[in-house]
């Protein structure tokens, strides 16, 4: 069983940054792939970023390329969204993911998911 709890949201103006925290519990960690999903107010989960179990080979949506960056400690069971240039598009509620193989598109597909974290951009 593996627990996740994502920390970092908050409110930031457009252009801002914020960084994501996503902490899992169990000492089997390092056998997930990992990966952020958001939703918006009315619109379904939309995967942002995934990286695989060694943290070699990473992932990004298109809407996001060049602005968010996915990382992981697999010494701290801890995973990561560094999110810049943050647009009013942005603004979603952000889970993180687990899943023993690659991240499914779908969040419920996936073997664990989080509670999220709010994250609102102001225009």
């Known amino acids: 069983q593996v627990q996740l709890v994502e920390t970092g949201g908050g409110l930031v103006q457009t252009g801002g940054s914020l960084k994501l925290s996503c902490a899992a519990s169990?000492?089997?960690?390092?056998?997930?792939?990992m990966g952020w999903f958001r939703q918006a107010p009315g619109k379904n989960h939309e995967v942002v970023a995934a990286i695989a179990q060694s943290g070699g080979a990473t992932n990004y949506a298109d809407s996001v390329k060049g602005r968010f960056t996915i990382s992981r400690d697999n010494a701290k069971n801890m995973v990561y969204l560094q999110m810049n240039s943050l647009k009013p598009e942005d603004t979603a509620v952000y889970y993180c993911a687990a899943r023993t193989s690659g991240i499914r598109r779908k969040i419920y597909e996936n073997d664990y998911w989080g509670q999220g974290t709010q994250v609102t951009v102001s225009s």
């Open positions: 169990g000492r089997t960690f390092s056998s997930f792939a």
